[in-house]
């Protein structure tokens, strides 16, 4: 049921572009995105639901495709402070619509941006 | 504003002995969670609950257990630690009673070391 996220790592310089996927192999009712720094919790992004609704992060991106049962999540133009480890965890869709209620996360996605 | 404590923030135990991880929150939230995190694994989840008096098995629920008696705390108990329950655990809460945007807030860990 854990969701599989790619890359596993990825080297940035500034100002270059990520994308992290999330992919999973279940029915989703949502994704959410954390990110985590070196020694401190995880931190919430952004939150994505089926129907195209989500709410985050000014700064970071994301998409959901429900029938593919994947989201990504864009990092343009990077900075330092985007450094870190990026969760997807993912809330499985019950057969009547709503949502199991945990979020199982992904091993996660080592991002280093150089200067 | 505290968001949600943890404490200890690091401990060494001998195997066998029992310990209690503590965890608080004041944001009146609903739920709780206990994750655990290892190199290479994520975030997993133990135990959690979704309101007070009320708990629930995660993940990898065997060799701990929760109580839930009020709003604001959420303990974790380790009967008999074993040297495999050496990781970094992290606490969280959420407002999950609109069922829409639940995102999670954690709390800053307790590195747990059993020898």
């Known amino acids: 049921q854990q969701p599989v996220q790619s890359p596993q790592a990825v080297i940035l310089r500034e100002g270059e572009d990520a994308v992290i996927n999330c992919s999973s192999s279940?029915?989703?009712?949502?994704v959410h995105w954390y990110r985590q720094k070196h020694g401190e919790a995880p931190v919430f992004l952004m939150i994505l639901l089926k129907g195209g609704e989500q709410k985050g992060h000014e700064k970071i991106s994301a998409s959901f495709n429900e029938k593919k049962q994947q989201s990504s999540l864009y990092l343009t133009a990077s900075q330092l402070s985007y450094s870190g480890t990026y969760f997807c965890?993912?809330?499985?869709?019950?057969?009547?619509?709503?949502?199991?209620?945990?979020?199982?996360f992904g091993k996660g996605t080592k991002l280093s941006v150089k200067p | 504003i505290a968001g949600i404590t943890q404490a200890p923030t690091s401990q060494i135990l001998a195997a066998g002995r029992r310990m209690t991880l503590r965890c608080t929150q004041d944001m009146r939230h609903n739920a709780m969670y206990w994750y655990r995190q290892d190199l290479g694994l994520g975030l997993r989840l133990i135990h959690y609950?979704?309101?007070?008096?009320?708990?629930g098995k995660g993940e990898v629920p065997d060799g701990y257990s929760v109580s839930r008696a009020n709003t604001d705390d959420f303990p974790l108990t380790l009967a008999s630690a074993v040297p495999s329950q050496t990781s970094v655990y992290f606490c969280?809460?959420?407002?999950?009673?609109?069922?829409?945007?639940?995102?999670?807030?954690f709390g800053p860990g307790t590195r747990l070391t059993v020898l």
């Open positions: 279940k029915a989703l009712y949502s």
């Open positions: 609950s979704n309101t007070a008096g009320t708990t």
């Open positions: 965890g993912t809330e499985i869709r019950m057969n009547y619509g709503g949502s199991q209620g945990n979020l199982i």
């Open positions: 969280a809460s959420s407002d999950t009673r609109t069922g829409v945007y639940n995102e999670q807030f």
